[in-house]
């Protein structure tokens, strides 16, 4: 996923492809949405280091969920990205790695006591170049399959969704572990709270500047471990329409960007 701004695949965007909802077939949303990320601080292994100056990304994306049939569901998910090293001026204006994936929720929570699904999606990366502190991405192509399970935990109040998946990364990206659990409360008259925490491990690689790293041009196979936590607001009007803005901060990790995130979305039902 890139030393640079790490936590964009976790933090940003995929509230939707990790739901245990499933749209009526023909039925669906689309959510376009924008994000802001910086960071200069990184680890490098578990050392503490830091760039001459800002790496900030800004990103454009937008998401489609469909409903298939019963319980089946398509998401896709297209970006675009702006990501520039202050101190000097580099820059790309690329398109970002493409999600898309099939899911299928194999229990009801009217039935079972909570909710669950399977999502099996692809990774295509984006036009970008790697080996780079900025680049956008490690221009990984790659197969991953989710667990995802949710529940109501108070009558027409606090909920719970969470995430387990496992991701097949072509070489020289490592295979990766990651999980995500989030907690949702409604205020009343249309306005949500939550938070989330997030955490990504791969399961091989160097470290940076360590043994078996000669260079940028492996950032791309380090083995990276990153935890994120984020909070939202979030507002559904009459319309059906939801509108939701969050924050999100690297907390911890290896061989990551120590980034914050600033994002916005809207989601459309159709």
Same mark, same amino acid.
């Given at each position: 996923?890139?030393?640079?701004?790490?936590?964009?695949?976790?933090?940003?965007?995929?509230?939707?492809?990790?739901?245990?909802?499933? %749209?009526?077939?023909?039925?669906?949303?689309?959510?376009? $949405?924008?994000?802001?990320?910086?960071?200069?601080?990184?680890?490098?292994?578990?050392?503490?280091?830091?760039?001459?100056?800002?790496?900030?990304?800004?990103?454009?994306?937008?998401?489609?969920?469909? *409903?298939? !049939?019963?319980?089946?569901?398509?998401?896709?998910?297209?970006?675009?990205?702006?990501?520039?090293?202050?101190?000097?001026?580099?820059?790309?204006?690329?398109?970002?790695? +493409?999600?898309?994936?099939?899911?299928?929720?194999?229990?009801?929570?009217?039935?079972?006591?909570?909710?669950? !699904?399977?999502?099996?999606?692809?990774?295509?990366?984006?036009?970008?170049?790697?080996?780079?502190?900025?680049?956008?991405?490690?221009?990984?192509?790659?197969?991953?399959? +989710?667990?995802?399970?949710?529940?109501?935990?108070?009558?027409?109040?606090?909920?719970?969704? #969470? !995430?387990?998946?496992?991701?097949?990364?072509?070489?020289? =990206? %490592?295979?990766?572990?990651?999980?995500?659990?989030?907690?949702?409360?409604?205020? #009343?008259?249309?306005?949500?709270?939550?938070?989330?925490?997030?955490?990504?491990? *791969?399961? $091989?690689?160097?470290?940076?500047? *360590?043994? *078996?790293?000669?260079?940028?041009?492996?950032? %791309? $196979?380090?083995?990276?471990?990153?935890?994120? =936590?984020?909070?939202?607001?979030?507002?559904?009007?009459?319309?059906?329409?939801?509108?939701?803005?969050?924050?999100?901060?690297?907390?911890?990790?290896?061989?990551?960007?120590?980034?914050?995130?600033?994002?916005?979305?809207?989601?459309?039902?159709?």
């Amino acid at each position: 996923m890139g030393l640079a701004l790490t936590s964009a695949a976790l933090a940003a965007g995929t509230a939707q492809a990790n739901s245990t909802y499933i %749209p009526p077939a023909g039925s669906g949303s689309l959510t376009p $949405s924008y994000s802001y990320q910086s960071f200069q601080d990184f680890t490098a292994g578990d050392a503490d280091m830091s760039l001459p100056g800002d790496i900030v990304r800004q990103s454009w994306r937008v998401y489609l969920d469909l *409903g298939l !049939a019963p319980d089946w569901a398509l998401d896709l998910s297209l970006g675009y990205s702006d990501v520039e090293f202050e101190p000097t001026g580099q820059s790309q204006q690329v398109l970002a790695d +493409t999600y898309v994936g099939v899911r299928y929720k194999f229990l009801h929570e009217e039935t079972s006591g909570f909710a669950a !699904a399977v999502r099996m999606g692809a990774l295509i990366a984006g036009d970008y170049e790697t080996g780079f502190f900025d680049a956008p991405g490690d221009g990984e192509n790659g197969a991953d399959v +989710t667990l995802i399970f949710s529940k109501q935990l108070t009558e027409g109040g606090l909920t719970y969704d #969470g !995430a387990l998946g496992y991701r097949v990364s072509a070489n020289p =990206v %490592p295979d990766a572990w990651w999980s995500t659990s989030r907690l949702t409360l409604p205020l #009343g008259g249309g306005f949500f709270v939550d938070g989330r925490y997030s955490y990504y491990a *791969g399961t $091989s690689g160097p470290d940076i500047g *360590g043994s *078996g790293f000669s260079g940028l041009q492996d950032l %791309p $196979s380090v083995q990276e471990e990153v935890h994120v =936590v984020e909070i939202g607001v979030a507002f559904a009007d009459a319309g059906g329409r939801y509108y939701r803005a969050y924050g999100a901060q690297v907390i911890d990790g290896r061989n990551v960007g120590e980034e914050e995130t600033w994002g916005l979305s809207v989601t459309f039902p159709f």
